[in-house]
């Protein structure tokens, strides 16, 4: 009969083996320390090539969304230079980002900025994501070997349950944890509706600039919070952040 204990840690081996392939491929970044050369070479068109097959990939850091709006804006793109911002904003609220991007968008008041401390402890837990299940797996590993050496001794299932416990919350971590779901509105006019049709009433007309919460997708439409009430707009209007 097979040894279970060998099953489980052949199991669980599978799985550190998986889970440490996954986590490397998202952290595998692709030349972003040429690409910051370049940069500084002022060899912009080729440091942005790089840039953005990071951006589309999900690796990305405060500084590198910075120098992606510099360069979109030196080209006279503000639309998108005003994006790279606002995705600045989510990893590091500032004034500063703000003053900015009014100044892109012509804007003097600027909605959807506000930022509680849950919302930056989540912005925090999302940024590090990489670096929290990367130090989860270590302890997977390190129980892993315990479990291992102590069944050889002792027959005890209690000892499983911080091995499996860790499991969990590594899947957990790496699966769900995403940060507060927003939007930037691109589009002049963006008509903000109360209802999900063209026939709902009209809450506020607004310029490119404002950001929206995004509750949830419906066809055409995207349901936000607008100055902590519900609300509508089309999703043609926003760009997800």
């Known amino acids: 009969m097979p040894n279970l ?4 840690l052949a199991k669980l081996l599978i799985f550190f083996t998986l889970g440490l392939q996954s986590f490397n491929c998202q952290a595998d970044e692709i030349g972003l320390a040429m690409a910051d050369s370049l940069f500084n070479q002022r060899s912009y068109k080729e440091a942005m090539e790089i840039y953005r097959q990071n951006y589309q990939i999900g690796i990305y850091s405060s500084s590198m969304l910075l120098k992606m709006a510099f360069i979109e804006e030196g080209i006279g793109d503000n639309e998108q230079a005003t994006i790279y911002l606002s995705k600045y904003y989510d990893l590091s609220p500032n004034p500063q980002a703000i003053t900015k991007i009014k100044s892109l968008t012509g804007q003097d008041v600027l909605v959807g900025y506000e ?27 390190i129980s ?8 050889r001794r002792i027959h005890r299932r209690e000892s499983y349950w911080p ?12 699966n769900f ?16 509706v ?24 419906k ?13 509508y707009i089309k999703k043609d209007n926003v760009t997800r952040l």
């Open 115 to 141: 930022v509680s401390d849950s919302q930056r402890f989540l912005i925090f837990l999302t940024e590090y994501k990489e670096y929290i299940v990367g130090v989860l797996t270590m302890f997977l590993v």
């Open 5 to 8: 204990k060998s099953i489980f």
């Open 177 to 192: 944890l995403e940060g507060p779901r927003t939007g930037l509105i691109t589009s002049s006019p963006t008509f903000i």
């Open 163 to 174: 091995t499996v416990l860790l499991i969990l919350v590594i899947f957990v971590a790496n």
């Open 219 to 231: 066809d055409n439409w995207y349901e936000i919070e607008w100055k902590e009430k519900p609300a």
């Open 144 to 151: 892993v070997i315990s479990n291992w050496w102590m069944g």
């Open 194 to 217: 109360s209802k999900p049709t063209a026939g709902g009433d009209l809450v506020e007309q607004v310029e490119p600039g404002h950001r929206v919460r995004i509750k949830s997708s």
